[in-house]
């Protein structure tokens, strides 16, 4: 069964303080890997894709890797507006559409 | 506005009555994903929707709902007889072809009562 996880469910941080968030997956055979982020009472927001292992993207204070089992997001000196949920999604070879499998996200909070 | 648009934003049903729910795919899309988030689990898919053709319905429940995106107008994702256990968060997702990201819409959140 194709399966999403990850951790750490909850994380805190100072803000400036470096971290990252684990994406874990289990998939018949990846067409691509997602992360998006979504504030409370709203949509999640697209941030990446990523489709091959040792492939990388970045956008402002954060980074995406991908691995053949798992992607991480990393966090380069946080600020308190970079607070939110951040959601990963794969999406499998083979379906006859493209749903995406989701994680139950790890909500980020950074204090000031 | 250029994104997903989502009506009504908060709905409120007593048991036993109909929801329906209305999604418009951003401009240029042809493609519409319906996902239910419930208090506490994550987003989970429901149906993919291409105009007036549903391409998976693999996530949705065989009873009660039903989901459609005519050739005119927006998608519309319906919950008949809604029961305590739909009040959720929905959301639709829109995308085009040739593009596997998914843009998603601000969400109905259903409360029934």
Redesign the interface.
């Known amino acids: 069964e194709d399966q999403?996880t990850q951790s750490p469910e909850a994380l805190r941080l100072q803000e400036g303080e470096s971290s990252s968030l684990n994406c874990s997956y289990t998939v018949s055979g990846l067409?691509?890997l997602?992360w998006?982020r979504q504030d409370p009472g709203?949509?999640?927001?697209?941030l990446f894709?990523l489709y091959s292992a040792g492939e990388e993207k970045e956008k402002e204070r954060l980074k995406a890797t991908l691995t053949k089992k798992e992607s991480f997001l990393h966090i380069t000196a946080p600020k308190p507006e970079d607070s939110a949920t951040y959601?990963c999604?794969v999406?499998a070879v083979g379906?006859?559409?493209?749903?995406?499998?989701?994680?139950?996200?790890t909500t980020l909070s950074v204090s000031s | 506005n250029a994104g997903?648009m989502?009506n009504p934003r908060h709905l409120v049903r007593r048991r036993g009555q109909e929801a329906r729910l209305r999604c418009s795919p951003m401009k240029g899309h042809s493609?519409v994903?319906w996902?239910r988030q419930l208090p506490e689990?994550?987003?989970?898919?429901m149906v993919?929707l291409q105009k007036e053709n549903i391409?998976?319905e693999?996530?949705m429940p065989k009873e009660r709902f039903s989901a459609e995106f005519p050739k005119e107008g927006p998608s519309i994702l319906r919950i008949q007889q809604v029961v305590r256990g739909d009040s959720a968060a929905y959301?639709c997702?829109s995308?085009t072809s040739g593009r596997?990201?998914?843009?998603?819409?601000?969400?109905t959140r259903l409360t029934v009562t």
């Open positions: 999403v067409r691509g997602f998006y709203k949509g999640p927001e697209f894709t959601l999604a999406q379906q006859a559409g493209t749903a995406l499998i989701f994680g139950k996200g | 997903v989502q493609h994903y996902y689990e994550g987003l989970k898919f993919y391409i998976d693999s996530g959301f997702a995308g596997d990201e998914q843009y998603f819409g601000p969400g």
